[in-house]
Nanobody, 116 residues
Framework: DVQLQASGGGLVQAGGSLRLSCAASGFTLDDYTIGWFRQAPGKEREGVSCIHGGNGSPHYADSVKGRFTISSDNAKNTIYLQMNSLKPEDTAVYYC?????????WGQGTLVTVSS
């Protein structure tokens, strides 16, 4: 079965750090554009960061540039999002995503709560 299993969310104080992980099974990440999205309460889902197959140049939303880093470990078939200097406005459910022109897979989401 194809699956993306996200983990690593939690409660952290402003200024703190978290690392999200997303383990893929049933397919190989290096063939996909992989990314992280988030959805805050009452808001639409937005893109946070993406990278192609772990080898391309990463892209970041302006709101997280300089604070978040996307990476992948193809040997572990896992995507990561290192989040530093977290702010209360980063509070959201974070989703990992892997897509090609023909397929689009989503993880189940992991909640990040940043307290002020």
């Amino acid at each position: 079965d194809v699956q993306l299993q996200a983990s690593g969310g939690g409660l952290v104080q402003a200024g703190g750090s978290l690392r999200l992980s997303c383990a893929a099974s049933g397919f190989t990440l290096d063939d996909y554009t992989i990314g992280w999205f988030r959805q805050a309460p009452g808001k639409e889902r937005e893109g946070v960061s993406c990278i192609h197959g772990g080898n391309g140049s990463p892209h970041y939303a302006d709101s997280v540039k300089g604070r978040f880093t996307i990476s992948s470990d193809n040997a572990k078939n896992t995507i990561y999002l290192q989040m530093n200097s977290l702010k209360p406005e980063d509070t959201a459910v974070y989703y990992c995503n892997a897509k090609t022109w023909a397929t689009n897979y989503w993880g189940q989401g992991t909640l990040v709560t940043v307290s002020s």
